[in-house]
C-alpha cells in the first residue's frame, strides 16, 4: 500500500502552494473584512488551468479527478477558504453536473468556457424551506408551449452572482409531489426573464465568496434546459455532492493546516515565565492533538479521492472524509486560538478569520448530523432520513 503522491502530483502540489503563497494568500485578510468577491484572484486561477481541473481535454481541461482536485483545493484552503469554495462550488457542483449528466450539445456549449475559468455554473439545490430535506423541493418546473417555466425559490448558493456566473443548474419538482423521485435539473441562463439574483448574504464564514438568494417568477426556459433525464434530478445531486464532499474535506484539511503551523511558530517564539510557551505540556500536547486530527483527516479525504478516481463506490467514505475533516478544522481552529490568546481573537489575525470559516465546514454539502447517520446506515442500522 503506497500512501506517496506520484512525482507528478508532488509537482503540481509545489506549483500550486507557490500560487497560493504567492497570489492569494496576499490580501485574503482584507476581502474577507471587506466581504468582497476575489475575483482577480480568480482569473489568476483559470490562467493557472485550476478550472479545468477535472474536466476532459476535449473541453479544454485537464482531465485531472479528484486527487489532483484534493491537493489544489488543501492549498488554497491554507491560505484563503473563500477563494477555495469558489473553485470547489465552480467545478465540483454546477460544471460536475454539466459533464456527468449534460448531452453533448450542453456540455459543448458550456464546459469550454467553465474549464476555461472565463464562466461560471453554480448548483442550486437548497432551498428557504428544505435546507438538509433537499428532496422536499417546493420549486416547480411545467411544461410550457416550446419549454418549461420555473418558480419558485432557492437560498443559500455559491457563485450565484459572481461577475463571471454565466449559468444556474437549478433542481425543481416536475412530478406531482415532487419528492426524491419527482426532481428534475435545468440549465439557466444566468439573465434569463424572470430570475432575480438577490443581494449578497452578510456572512460569518467565507465572507470572500459569494452566496445569495435566487427567485423564479415565470422563469422561461427552453427545452432543451432539462438535463439528463426527466425525474431524476434528486439522485444526480446526491451523486455530484459525493465528490462534492471529498473537495470539502480537502478544504478543510488546508485550514486546519494553517491553524497548526501559525500555532507551532506562535509556540516556538512566544516566551511567558522565562520559556517559550510550547515548552509547556499543556500547548504541547494541543499541537501533539491537531496534529494527530489533521493527520487522520488527511487520510481519510484522500482515501476517499483515490476510490472516486478509481472508479469504486465511496458513499461512506466520502461521509467519513468530510465529517473528521470539518471536525479536525473546527478544533483546530478553536484550540489554535487558545494558544494565541489575545492576538488570536483580534480581527487582523489569520486565526479568527480560521475560526469563522471552521464552522461552516462542518454545514455545507450536508450537515455533519446528516454524515453520521450516513455512516450508521452503512454500518447496518435501520436508519432512515
Known amino acids: 500500500m503506497d500512501f506517496d503522491l506520484t512525482e507528478e502530483q508532488r509537482a503540481f502540489q509545489t ?36 478550472f479545468g481541473l477535472p474536466f476532459p481535454a476535449a473541453y479544454g ?18 491560505v484563503d477558504q473563500s477563494v477555495g469554495i469558489t473553485l470547489s462550488a465552480a467545478i465540483g ?3 460536475s453536473m454539466i459533464l456527468r449528466f449534460g448531452s453533448d450539445a450542453q456540455k459543448g456549449r458550456w464546459l469550454p468556457a467553465i ?3 472565463e464562466a461560471i455554473a453554480s448548483f442550486a439545490l437548497t432551498e428557504p424551506g428544505g435546507g438538509t430535506d433537499a428532496a422536499d423541493a417546493a ?6 408551449d416550446g419549454g418549461w417555466r420555473i418558480d419558485g425559490a432557492k437560498a443559500f448558493i455559491t457563485n450565484a452572482g459572481t461577475p463571471l456566473t454565466a449559468l444556474h443548474v437549478v433542481t425543481a419538482a416536475t412530478e406531482p409531489g415532487g419528492g ?26 467565507w465572507r470572500a465568496s459569494d452566496t445569495r438568494g435566487l427567485a423564479f417568477d415565470g422563469c422561461r426556459v427552453d427545452a432543451d434546459a432539462l438535463l439528463g ?42 516566551s511567558a515565565f522565562g520559556r517559550p510557551i510550547g515548552a509547556n505540556q499543556a500547548i504541547a500536547l494541543k499541537i501533539a492533538d491537531m496534529r494527530a486530527a489533521i493527520e487522520t483527516a488527511r487520510l481519510a479525504t484522500y482515501r476517499a479521492a483515490w476510490l472516486a478516481d478509481a472508479g469504486r463506490p465511496h458513499v461512506a467514505e466520502a461521509s467519513l472524509a468530510k465529517l473528521v475533516a470539518s471536525e479536525a478544522a473546527v478544533a483546530a481552529a478553536r484550540e489554535g486560538v487558545q494558544i494565541h490568546g489575545g492576538l488570536g481573537v483580534i480581527e487582523e489575525s489569520p486565526l479568527a478569520r480560521a475560526y469563522r470559516d471552521a464552522k461552516v465546514l ?19 442500522l435501520p436508519v432512515t432520513f
Open 180 to 205: 426524491a423521485a419527482g426532481l428534475s435539473s435545468f440549465l439557466v441562463p444566468a439573465h434569463v426573464d424572470g430570475l432575480v439574483v438577490e443581494a449578497p448574504y452578510r456572512k460569518m464564514s
Open 15 to 50: 506549483v500550486v502552494r507557490a500560487f497560493a503563497d504567492d497570489v492569494i494568500a496576499p490580501g485574503a485578510g482584507e476581502r474577507d473584512e471587506r466581504h468582497a468577491f476575489p475575483l482577480d484572484q480568480v482569473r489568476a486561477m483559470a490562467e493557472l488551468g485550476l
Open 362 to 380: 462542518e454545514i455545507g454539502e450536508g450537515t455533519n448530523e446528516i454524515h453520521r447517520l450516513i455512516l450508521a446506515r452503512d454500518a447496518g
Open 61 to 78: 481541461g485537464a482531465d485531472a479527478g479528484c486527487m489532483m482536485t484534493c491537493i489544489a483545493l488543501e492549498e488554497l484552503g491554507r
Open 115 to 117: 474549464a476555461a475559468g
Open 139 to 144: 420549486t416547480t418546473a411545467t411544461e410550457v
Open 229 to 270: 433525464t426527466r425525474g431524476r434530478g434528486f439522485p444526480q445531486s446526491l451523486e455530484v455532492l459525493t465528490d462534492a464532499r471529498i473537495t470539502i474535506a480537502a478544504l478543510a484539511v488546508g485550514l486546519a493546516r494553517s491553524c497548526l503551523e501559525a500555532s507551532v511558530a506562535y509556540a516556538r517564539e512566544r
Open 93 to 95: 457542483l454546477g460544471g
